[in-house]
């Protein structure tokens, strides 16, 4: 059974920095691609960053470039988002992502998700 | 980017009404199109990709079609568990892209 399951959520002051982890199991890790996607309280959802199974390849949402760094250890099946200079439009829960396509190269549709994790972005 | 507009925001419906939801992306994405249905506080849950495609354990009454820059979905008889938001999602190319959510409430 596939399981996606997100760490590392909280308050943070405006500015500040917060890492978040994904813990993947079920599945073999290194041969997805996997992506953070985000919603803000009450709004839809906002894809943040993708990172290829290799961990070679890596994309972001232009909100988020420059600010946030995906990264994975396939040694520890593990997927992280390292959040820099936090505003107050970050604040969401975050949602790791499995692609839905085996070893692809094409930008993914998802077929898993975790149960996410709130950020507030707050002083 | 490829924007992905959805309608109606949102949709009034009774148990067994067919119901369709569009999808418009600003340029042609070929096939690459998802739909997701998202109840309060839960994650995303795929239900159709590559536009017309039912994802494993999904009910059949759920349908899609399309291609190129026009999309639907179908809900064909409405069930107590559809009450939902839907999503769609285009994945043509980075930066990925979704809808803003149709809501189907109940009438």
């Known amino acids: 059974e596939v399981q996606l399951l997100e760490s590392g959520g909280g308050l943070v002051q405006p500015g500040g920095s917060l890492r978040l982890s994904c813990a993947a199991s079920g599945f073999t890790f290194s041969s997805y691609a996997m992506s953070w996607v985000r919603q803000a309280p009450g709004k839809g959802l906002e894809w943040v960053s993708a990172?290829?199974?290799?961990?070679?390849?890596?994309y972001y949402a232009d909100s988020v470039k420059g600010r946030f760094t995906i990264s994975r250890d396939n040694s520890k099946n593990t997927l992280y988002l390292q959040m820099n200079s936090l505003r107050a439009e970050d604040t969401a829960v975050y949602y790791c992502a499995k692609a839905g396509q085996l070893a692809s190269t094409r930008a993914p549709r998802f077929d898993y998700w975790g149960q996410g994790t709130l950020v507030t972005v707050s002083s | 980017d490829i924007q992905m507009t959805q309608s109606p925001s949102t949709l009034s419906a009774s148990v067994g009404d067919r119901v369709t939801i569009t999808c418009r992306a600003s340029q042609s994405i070929s096939s690459w199109l998802a739909w997701y249905q998202q109840k309060p506080g839960k994650a995303p849950k795929l239900l159709i990709y590559k536009a017309s495609s039912l994802e494993s354990g999904v009910p059949s009454r759920f349908s899609g079609s399309g291609s190129g820059t026009e999309f639907t979905l179908t809900i064909s008889s409405l069930q107590p568990d559809d009450f939902a938001t839907y999503y769609c999602?285009?994945?043509?190319?980075?930066?990925?892209?979704f809808g803003g959510g149709t809501k189907v409430e109940i009438k």
């Open positions: 990172i290829s199974g290799s961990g070679g390849s890596t």
């Open positions: 999602q285009q994945y043509n190319s980075y930066s990925l892209t």
